[in-house]
């Protein structure tokens, strides 16, 4: 059965033996962020943290307890999907993408179940009181500062949060989106929206400022572990998070109209904050932000959004998360994406073999893929290609390797990678768009890319030399030491 909001997902992590309370006082600001990075810097991930007795900024106890980490390990990503191992999401949706209608009526009929699988999908508009609606601030009982808010690095610009799912609409298509952008708390009702130009909240925001309209918006923190992994995720414009979310659940997500707005909401969330953005209104100052790069991102100007709601459950939890130097808790999430999406680059790249984006390359620095090549040049064709598909147009270096290499093994990849290069012949620069936050670019969002091809070169490549073989010890050999290991009085 999913979990269907935070505190199922707390339970079964507790379940797990990966839940620390903490039960002492800790302050939000600060002191929360240094804890979990600790934690999230140890083997594995560290535990998820639940911090029982926040500290407000402003002193004094939060009624409000704040989990952190949730995310934060393999194990606990798989948890949160209803999965032992994240391939099996991927392997899913290629069996999917390779149905076919086969012949006869028993062959159809067995293709019913799959078939009504996917029709339940849909999320539900529920009617009364929701969950995440027993209580209802409005008015002079807005107040922001009244919440766990942290304040994760010294040198960012206020108190941020950090694990939203926004929810916004197209105004021509009426198509939801729902995604993770980070919100600074400027007053107890305001809030900056830090949407990049490349996300869909932005291209929503865009839209509604051409038709001189108030912009609804939604922010709900919790809900089911998949509906707010579905926020991070890459999905095409045209496709529902919610709907994603179900699909990863095997049942369909729960929704709630919004009290104020023209918005649904997820019945299950913690707290839903609703509010609108007015197109007339200047931008405001936003940032900095200690980011997933590991540096600060600089302040900019961005949409102000005006809180009208914020209803939630009696006792809630607030969800959070860090990101900072590399691993984080967001390693993980991104994980979960690059298991889940390979079969989606394997429709229109059928060579690529596996890809992995390791936790140095924050996502979108480093992308190894592994391919088998049939034909010269095919290593640009996968550069080129990859570079085409969504927000790996962000992609700073790609390296593709030959298929026996394990890309998800980052020390494997490189050594073959430095011993298969030469520099001059094999790299190959680009000019594209580049993540908002790349503070090296050339130009804001613009700049260059590096695709490195570490295959096997061939003679309609250019290379007239013998290629030799990898170091491999024959199996003979491994057997016979195998049998006198125990022996040899060697610990390792």
């Known amino acids: 059965m999913a979990l269907d909001n935070v505190r199922a997902f707390l339970g079964a992590i507790d379940a797990a033996g990966q839940l620390a309370r903490v039960t002492r006082p800790v302050s939000v600001d600060k002191e929360m962020t240094e804890i979990a990075d600790r934690c999230m810097k140890s083997p594995e991930g560290g535990p998820a943290l639940l911090f029982e007795c926040p500290t407000l900024l402003a002193g004094g106890a939060s009624p409000y307890a704040v989990a952190v980490n949730l995310f934060?390990?393999?194990?606990?990503?798989?948890?949160?999907?209803?999965?032992?191992?994240?391939?099996?999401?991927?392997?899913?949706?290629?069996?999917?993408?390779?149905?076919?209608?086969?012949?006869?009526?028993?062959?159809?009929?067995?293709?019913?179940?799959?078939?009504?699988?996917?029709?339940?999908?849909?999320?539900?508009?529920?009617?009364?009181?929701?969950?995440?609606?027993?209580?209802?601030?409005?008015?002079?009982?807005i107040d922001l500062s009244c919440f766990p808010v942290p304040v994760c690095w010294p040198?960012?610009?206020?108190?941020?949060?950090?694990?939203?799912?926004?929810?916004?609409?197209?105004?021509?298509?009426g198509v939801r989106n729902v995604g993770m952008y980070r919100i600074q708390v400027l007053g107890k009702a305001d809030l900056a929206m830090h949407w990049q130009r490349h996300k869909v909240g932005a291209a929503h925001w865009r839209?509604?400022?051409?038709?001189?309209?108030t912009m609804p918006v939604a922010i709900a923190l919790g809900g089911d572990p998949a509906s707010i992994y579905a926020a991070s995720a890459p999905l095409p414009p045209t496709i529902d998070e919610f709907l994603f979310?179900?699909?990863?659940?095997?049942?369909?997500?729960?929704?709630?109209?919004?009290?104020t707005c023209d918005l649904e909401v997820p019945a299950e969330a913690e707290i839903v904050i609703e509010g609108f953005i007015d197109l007339h209104e200047d931008l405001v100052l936003e940032g900095p932000f200690g980011d997933h790069t590991g540096f600060y991102s600089l302040a900019d100007y961005y949409p102000k959004v005006h809180v009208?709601?914020?209803?939630?459950?009696?006792?809630?939890?607030?969800?959070?998360?860090?990101?900072?130097?590399?691993?984080?808790?967001?390693?993980?999430?991104?994980?979960?994406?690059e298991r889940i999406f390979l079969p989606l680059l394997k429709l229109t790249l059928p060579e690529i073999v596996d890809l992995h984006m390791p936790a140095e390359g924050i996502f979108h620095n480093l992308v190894f893929v592994s391919i088998d090549k049939q034909f010269p040049g095919q290593a640009y064709k996968v550069m080129n290609g990859l570079w085409g598909q969504g927000l790996m147009a962000l992609a700073k270096v790609i390296v593709v390797l030959d298929k026996e290499v394990n890309v998800r093994d980052p020390k494997?990849?490189?050594?073959?990678?430095?011993?298969?290069?030469?520099?001059?012949?094999?790299v190959r620069f680009s000019m594209g768009p580049i993540d908002v936050l790349d503070h090296s670019s050339r130009g804001f969002t613009y700049g260059s890319k590096m695709g490195i091809d570490?295959?096997?070169?061939?003679?309609?490549?250019?290379?007239?030399?013998?290629?030799?073989?990898?170091?491999?010890?024959?199996?003979?050999?491994?057997?016979?030491v195998d049998a006198m290991w125990r022996d040899l009085g060697i610990e390792l």
């Open 72 to 141: 934060g390990s393999e194990r606990r990503m798989a948890l949160a999907l209803g999965v032992e191992r994240l391939d099996d999401v991927g392997e899913r949706i290629a069996e999917l993408l390779n149905l076919k209608v086969p012949e006869g009526l028993l062959g159809k009929l067995a293709m019913l179940p799959k078939l009504a699988e996917v029709a339940k999908f849909p999320p539900k508009t529920i009617g009364g009181r929701a969950p995440c609606q027993e209580l209802v601030l409005q008015g002079s009982d």
């Open 155 to 173: 040198e960012d610009g206020g108190p941020y949060i950090t694990l939203p799912g926004v929810i916004t609409r197209d105004p021509k298509t």
């Open 207 to 213: 839209a509604i400022a051409e038709r001189d309209e």
């Open 245 to 259: 979310a179900g699909f990863l659940r095997k049942e369909p997500v729960r929704l709630a109209k919004a009290v």
């Open 308 to 337: 009208t709601a914020i209803t939630m459950r009696p006792e809630p939890v607030w969800p959070h998360t860090i990101v900072g130097r590399p691993p984080m808790e967001d390693y993980w999430l991104g994980h979960a994406t």
């Open 412 to 426: 494997e990849a490189w050594w073959v990678a430095l011993n298969h290069i030469d520099p001059e012949r094999d």
């Open 454 to 480: 570490a295959t096997r070169k061939w003679k309609e490549e250019g290379f007239t030399r013998e290629w030799p073989n990898r170091i491999v010890m024959d199996e003979g050999t491994k057997a016979r």
